[in-house]
């Protein structure tokens, strides 16, 4: 993580080189590595799936949610479902059908944490700016990647907040026609989360939850 100069008139000077000189996977990952540093994260997010439909029309999916991390851990809330993240395995609460199961994470399982939605496709792609935009008085930087040998993904787009060097949003869009747009309402960092307040505990839900998890050998 590049720290912050403690004189501001340094600071500025140094962003402002930064700006000229500096190629987007280099900014991508110095936004990681600070993004790694954070002892716990907290984000409310909306996510967006554009799909082609019938007769020409296109079908569009809303939803939003939440997602605290703290180190490798983390819970996100979801469709009104509670997904625990941690050492390999997600275990999903889904108070709708009275159930917890646990499995193995798959590959895009934990696609809501910045970290991982920052180094998704970072060794096999190429980059490039993409523009900046003003929102709410912030100052968007984007950057696109194109994936190499990638069978579904034509293209992932991401902006950050080029002041704090927080994601700001995930676009994807697949070689089919499909989009998927994630926007972070809101992202707190170094709040003081503890691993308790991210981990699955059992006795918080109803004995009457069906449990299922992977057979251990």
Known sequence: MIRLFTAL???????????QTETPLAFLQRVKKQT????????SFTSVLNAPGRNGQRV???????????????????????????SGLVTTV???????????????????????????????SSFAWAGTKTINGRTIK?????????????KVT??????????YSFAEE????????????????????????VEFVRSNYPASYEYIAPKTK
């Open 9 to 19: 008139s340094l600071c500025i000077l140094s962003l402002t080189a930064v700006a």
């Open 36 to 43: 790694l540093a954070y002892s716990d994260q907290k984000l």
């Open 60 to 86: 569009e999916r809303k939803t939003s949610g939440e997602i605290w991390v703290v180190g490798e851990s983390a819970k996100l809330v979801l469709q009104g479902q509670t997904f625990f993240f941690k």
């Open 94 to 124: 889904s108070p709708e059908d009275e159930e917890i199961i646990v499995r193995k994470l798959d590959g895009d399982a934990q696609q809501y944490t910045p970290a991982v939605l920052l180094s998704q496709y970072e060794k096999s």
């Open 142 to 154: 984007y950057v696109s990647m194109i994936p190499k040998n990638d069978p579904d993904v034509a």
């Open 158 to 167: 991401l902006g950050i907040d080029s002041k704090t060097l927080k994601l």
């Open 174 to 197: 697949g070689k089919t026609g499909t989009t998927s747009t994630i926007t972070l309402l809101a992202y707190e960092t170094n709040q003081g989360l503890k691993a308790k307040d």
